[in-house]
């Protein structure tokens, strides 16, 4: 005989109710950790993202254009010049935007101490979309355009240097024709970044001022970014067309650091989701073979009244899927309302040296992706599904006759 | 000669092709003075220095030769822990060597703010030169008579794009140039070091300051000691005397 669908449905409903504290609990455990998942992906995510604006803002950009020795020898010597109006062939709708600069290692000098450090001459209009300066907080004033000749350098470097916004420092480095360059920069304003890599690797001044002092046309780089990652791709092969005697980087390539920890997250999530998911999915194994062995007798009675093995094991399944949905919806929408909860980001600033020094920034902020949902649910049904067979296995290798004869 | 030593150990050397920017004619020609004195002439001298601290003294020998305002060469001679040590400056670059490590080091720029051989001197009081003249405002701020001779304080502020790290300079200058005092203010116009005469003698047929003390002002009790034993004007001096394999050879005449 033929046992419709939704009798078994019937049926399996009616069996979790049969057993209302275990299945709450086996829900409960589902629940918890589908949510769980759902939010550590996603905080794992978030710095996963995070991690690549900064190695993106850090100067960097998606893809980065260099002349061929500047990576050894990151000097004024290894520039290149751009013919005026310039424009790298990156489709406008996929540009967020790009830049030129100069820049140089350089030693800046106050009254007190030395320290050596990255100058870097920028055009402070294009900065804005493109890079950390756009954002940061700061103290004093910004550079105004690139012809000013004033400094700009980290809160750090400025605490480190002992002197102060409106004093001025001595800055050395090579010119153009391998001679150094000694000039005084009024400081104007120190910049706040997260962190204080930052503010100790790099001073900002205006590009042409720069190059006045180096006396060069030249750039040492052109950075540009994207609106998505996923075309840095296209970008750094259109770019290295356009400008055959050039070195051409995506961020990857620069930031390897930074790439490498990208994948490594991506493999990290989906460590992290198996091993919850299979402890889950022995968890589930356990409570469903305690239910099948309760329930010998019944079954036994169900096969002795004309119930197919196959149907048996067909009503074990749709009991722990039903379970399994249920959990993975609540958890779903448990682990959403965590991260909505979690929404403004959750403040690291507590630990900052530690957080800085893992190179995080001080707000966690998570980021939900509909991917990462959709992985995490379909691979816990099938898991669930896997993972309840053997109990219903169990539950049909019993012969009718030897399940009628047990007690209960 | 002399003057040209003196004016290495306290960046007081002042080029011939200064075109001051100064805008007190008295002040410029006074420091001018200073400039002829020391235009294009050799000296050899024989100095001790004593670096004090707050809790130990030690005192070493040093002799020096000096070419115009770029080339000199310092070479200890005792302790013997420290003999044979040298430094070697030629226009604006400038090698250590320690015959221990049997290491000539060009020091880089980084470096150059940086202390020499531990004392209250740094690389940059060695190799600046011309700075006074070309780097900074020159004013004549105060003028007396202290035993027979007049007294000049000239302040010199640097111009607004100077490499130059202090917010001012005051000197005190005799009439007979030689250099009484000269004070190195940070940029807030703190006192950060004084370069003092101790004592003003005659030596090598030249008076000068023969004993001169840069004392630490930001750090109590800090203080280096140049005092001339001997010394020896316009003599000849080898021309490979001033280059890096005479400053790992260790040759001493």
Known sequence: MKMPLILLLQLGWRNLWRQRRRNFMLLAAILVAVGGVVLINSLIRGFQYDMMEDAVENLTGHVKVLAPGYRDDPSIVQGFELADGWQPSVPTAELEGWTRRVRVPAVVMSERETRGLNLVGIDPADERDLSFLGTVAMSGERLRDADDSHIVLGRELLTQLDTKVGRRVVVITQGADGLNREAGFRVIGAFDAEGTALEKAFAFTGRTALQRLLDTDAVTEISVRLTDDAHSAEASAELARELPSLQVMDWRQLEPLAAAMFEYSDAAIFVWFLIVMIALAFGLVNTLITAVMERVREFGMLRAIGMRPGQIVLQVLVESTLVMLLGLGGGVVLGMGLVAYFADGIDLSAWAQGVEMAGLRSVLVPRLMAEDVVLVTTLSLVLGLLGSAYPAWRAVSVKPLDALRRGT | ?253
């Open chain 2, 1 to 253: 000669m002399m003057r040209s030593l003196t004016t290495i150990a306290t960046c007081f050397a002042l080029t011939l092709t200064a075109t001051a920017r100064a805008n007190d004619p008295r002040a410029v020609t006074i420091v001018e003075g200073a400039i002829d004195l020391t235009r294009g002439i050799s000296s050899y001298a024989e100095l001790s220095m004593t670096i004090h601290r707050p809790d130990w003294e030690r005192s070493s020998s040093l002799v020096a030769w000096t070419r115009g305002r770029d080339d000199a060469l310092i070479r200890f001679t005792a302790p013997a822990k420290d003999a044979g040590n040298a430094t070697l400056k030629d226009g604006p670059k400038m090698w250590t060597f320690t015959p221990k490590l049997n290491r000539v080091i060009r020091l880089p720029y980084s470096m150059m703010a940086q202390d020499w051989a531990g004392s209250d001197f740094s690389y940059n009081d060695l190799s600046r030169t011309d700075q006074l003249l070309t780097e900074y405002t020159l004013e004549l701020i105060d003028e007396q008579v202290v035993d027979g001779h007049a007294q000049y304080r000239i302040r010199a502020t640097p111009h607004d794009d100077a490499p130059v790290v202090w917010g001012k300079e005051e000197l005190l200058l005799r009439d007979d140039y030689v250099l009484i005092e000269q004070v190195f203010y940070d940029q807030a116009m703190q006192p950060l070091k004084r370069l003092e005469a101790r004592e003003i003698g005659e030596l090598g047929g030249r008076t000068f300051a023969t004993r001169m003390r840069m004392i630490k002002l930001d750090e109590p009790d800090h203080w280096t000691e140049m005092s001339y034993t001997q010394a020896a004007f316009d003599i000849d001096i080898d021309d490979a005397m001033f280059t890096v394999f005479a400053l790992q050879s260790g040759r001493s005449r």
